[in-house]
């Protein structure tokens, strides 16, 4: 069905107004004092999720006396760097710092203008597109204050305000029922995730003297990956480029690792995070390759998920002052307990499939996840693409 269809069908031919968001909202006058705010109330542009995640407990507190309130149902926006998305309907009052524009629906209008309906218009992607169009600064941008209370809403049925409350409301509901689905499947992605790191400790926790440990250098080959410069990699190349991190920094014509190797960012922001592959790639030169070597009968993936459950020490052990970085004799002096391979062999088949339950692109949870947003964000877009006075007049 079209969007015109779909719109048509619903609106039954109401007509539709389009005004500024200045006619029918405001930005909060009033104030609250710092003192009287908590991790629970105060909102800075750090604690709003990216990607329309809403908001978590702030870990720090403002240090301004007196700060822009906000009530239940205002409509917090991220100004900084409006392409990450950062929106939020309060569900409480509190207080937000300078970075976050409370919206508030002007009391005249609070009861033709449904909050939640006008949460989706301001959550949309046409919104964050308008509001990065007319964003001032390159770095950092800011959203246009001005500009975006004119940033032009549609207000089906206006002759009708009942009609028109009926009408934003189905909206409403409809993509309520969307955005909970998908809400439900991440909480759920959540709890296996925690149940994930739960058997990944208990299974690769070993008491003192239970297991022999061996410094990861005696077990595996710890290499350096090779430069190879932006210009000459392609997208359409076959092998992966990678340098530490989850996902490659581009492509290449050829490659230096055959795979079966976990990958250990060795400098920048993600040093000591840790990967695996199992397929050819080329190892950039921020990149340790670590290949188990034959003959330590050992599991290749249970080395794996014994420095993937030690991550956090590996972050803890960076090099401090200047850029961070992981060394590799620290690589090399790693500790890795030896159990039996056939208990190697079991364990790797059991966080296997946790991973591929809460990991996969392709498998499990995530994969929900990614087709449920995707559903969300097509309604989304079938139902607030409200015909403009030149469409309707086509």
């Known amino acids: 069905m079209s969007k015109v269809t779909f719109l048509n069908k619903l609106l039954d ?27 629970t109330s105060f909102v800075g542009v750090d604690n709003l999720v990216a990607d329309k995640g809403g908001r978590v407990d702030a870990n720090y507190l403002p240090n301004t006396n007196r700060l822009t309130a906000y009530e239940p149902r205002d409509i ?54 308008y509001s990065m169009q007319h964003a001032k600064g390159a770095k950092m941008p800011r959203g246009n204050k001005t500009a975006i209370l ?3 809403i549609p207000i089906p049925c206006p002759s009708n305000p009942r009609n028109s ?29 925690k149940q994930y790191d739960y058997y990944r ?45 989850r996902t490659p920094t581009g492509y290449y014509e050829n490659y230096n690792n055959t795979g079966n190797k976990i ?7 993600n040093a000591g995070f840790v990967n695996r592959i199992s397929s050819p790639y080329w190892a950039g030169n921020s990149c340790y390759s670590i290949g188990v070597e034959d003959g330590q009968n050992m599991n290749w993936n249970f080395v794996y998920y ?23 004799k620290q690589m090399e002096d790693f500790l890795v307990p030896i159990p039996p391979k056939p208990e190697q062999d079991r364990i790797v088949s059991v966080l296997d499939d946790f991973d591929i339950l809460t990991n996969s692109i392709t498998e499990g949870l995530p994969r929900e996840i990614e087709l449920r947003q995707k559903q969300y964000e097509y309604y989304c877009d079938l139902l607030l693409s409200f015909p403009k006075p030149e469409e309707a007049e086509a």
Do not use: H
């Not at 014994?306 to 590799?328: D, M, N, T």
């Open 76 to 129: 917090l926006l991220g100004n900084i760097r409006p392409y990450l998305k950062k929106v939020w309907m309060a569900t409480n009052s509190g207080g937000c710092s300078g970075d976050v524009l409370a919206v508030r629906i002007q009391d005249e209008f609070k009861q033709t203008v449904d909050s939640k309906f006008l949460y989706y218009l301001l959550s949309s992607n046409e919104f964050f597109s």
């Open 150 to 152: 004119g940033y032009q």
């Open 165 to 193: 409350l009926e009408i934003q409301v189905e909206i409403v509901r409809i993509l309520d029922t969307f955005a909970e689905l998908t809400a439900e499947l991440t909480a759920e992605l959540t709890a296996r995730k």
């Open 263 to 269: 990958i250990v960012s060795a400098r920048g922001a």
């Open 201 to 245: 400790d208990q299974l690769l926790s070993f008491a003192d003297g239970e297991v022999e440990r061996k410094p990861l250098g005696r077990l595996a080959t710890i290499t350096i990956g090779e430069f190879v410069r932006k210009d000459k990699q392609d997208a359409a190349a076959q092998y992966p480029v990678y340098n530490g991190g």
């Open 13 to 39: 031919g109401a007509d539709v107004d389009w005004k500024p968001l200045m006619e029918v909202a405001e930005y909060s006058q009033t104030r609250v004092d710092a003192a009287e705010l908590d991790a």
């Open 306 to 328: 014994f420095l993937k459950r030690s991550e956090r020490k590996l972050i803890g052990s960076q090099q401090k002052g200047g850029i961070p970085a992981v060394s590799k």
